[in-house]
């Protein structure tokens, strides 16, 4: 009698590409979570109070802020390192310059939050002391906003346009993703660029239905693409395969 003993179904390794899809697919999804409480929600009251520096108020809100953007700044910078490797075999240069726009928001979005924490220590080094002049801070205050607001309308007002048509590009000739995705950033693209253009030159307000609308393409081309490549990973695709050509075989040819 022959007893058959059970096997372990061995677990199948994940692919090499379909990790470096998840990873980046996780990066921009961090983005997300990272970068949008702050602008909206948490720097609220420092934006809108111009007498915000010499009131007293809590500062937790504006440092959980600038925490969460210095997480977004890094996993900005890590989508383009992670991606770096696939969409080069498309076109390095573009990737290249992918890169370099990634790295340069995430430089201006350190700017800004750096502007908003001097807000921060000013209140807390001079809290209590008398003979401050409350309208040289209140200005004091005032500049440094006027810092962060620039830092908002470079980095993740500009620049998110140059990478879009960058990356979009390099993903709708590569076929990585279905190309409806990175068609939204083909288009949003342009739009962003525009929007912030015009409000660099006074033509439009920063926050307006103007720029909301630019905002909603490139919105939505971040979101999916790093949906996409966290649950579905890359398209089969000549950039995804990893294989290497034998080596030739050289045969000796006898001599007479």
């Not at 022959?2 to 921009?28: E, I, S």
């Not at 695709?237 to 034998?246: G, I, K, M, Q, R």
Request: hydrophobic residues 55%.
């Amino acid at each position: 009698m022959t007893t058959t003993l059970p096997t372990t179904a061995k677990k199948v390794p994940m692919d090499a590409m379909r990790k470096t899809a998840l990873v980046a697919g996780v990066l921009y999804l961090i983005t997300f979570i990272a970068g949008i409480p702050p602008a909206l929600i948490l720097y609220s009251d420092v934006l809108s109070n111009p007498a915000y520096i010499v009131g007293s108020a809590t500062d937790t809100a504006i440092l959980w802020g600038g925490f969460l953007e210095v997480i977004n700044a890094v996993a900005c910078i890590g989508t383009a390192v992670v991606l770096f490797p696939v969409v080069k075999r498309q076109s390095e240069g573009a990737a290249l310059g992918f890169v370099t726009a990634r790295v340069m928001e995430a430089a201006i979005i350190i700017v800004g939050v750096i502007s908003l924490l001097s807000i921060v220590a000013l209140r807390q080094e001079l809290a209590g002391v008398t003979g401050v002049d409350a309208a040289s801070l209140v200005t004091t205050g005032r500049s440094l906003v006027a810092v962060h607001n620039w830092t908002s309308l470079l980095g993740p007002g500009l620049i998110p346009g140059v990478s879009a048509l960058l990356l979009g590009s390099l993903m709708y000739r590569s076929r990585l993703v279905p190309r409806v995705i990175p068609l939204m950033g083909l288009i949003g693209g342009p739009l962003l660029l525009a929007s912030a253009t015009a409000t660099f030159f006074g033509l439009t307000e920063q926050f307006s239905v103007v720029s909301g609308i630019a905002v909603v393409p490139i919105f939505f081309w971040e979101l999916s693409l790093g949906v996409y490549m966290v649950v579905k990973g890359f398209k089969p695709s000549p950039l995804t395969s990893t294989s290497v050509p034998p080596a030739p075989v050289h045969t000796a040819v006898p001599v007479a």
